[in-house]
């Protein structure tokens, strides 16, 4: 079963993720891209996409033209855990 990370954990992790803000309802991350047109944001949710699919951790998130707006959560554990991490850190190797 996946855990959900401990207060102490959260905090250290995040401090490697400073684009990223906590969520309280549910339990995550969130953050705002934006993107020079529409394609832009696109191509990178392509790529998101793949990464997502292949950890089978899927994000939620919502697109309007050149904005994407990513929420990371482990429904399986309550709650942020480490898969939420170790997506978000490769969405930010994706940039």
């Not at 401090?15 to 969520?23: K, S």
């Not at 399986?76 to 939420?84: F, M, V």
């Amino acid at each position: 079963m996946i855990e959900k990370l401990s207060e102490e954990a959260r905090a250290l992790a995040l401090a490697n993720l400073p684009e990223w803000t906590v969520v309280a309802e549910p339990d995550g991350i969130s953050r705002r891209f934006t993107f020079p047109d529409f394609v832009a944001a696109f191509g990178f949710m392509t790529r998101v996409a793949i990464v997502a699919e292949k950890a089978d951790h899927h994000p939620e998130w919502s697109n309007v033209y050149n904005r994407l707006d990513m929420l990371l959560t482990t429904h399986d554990a309550g709650g942020l855990s480490q898969r939420d991490i170790d997506l978000a850190q490769e969405v930010e190797a994706l940039l």
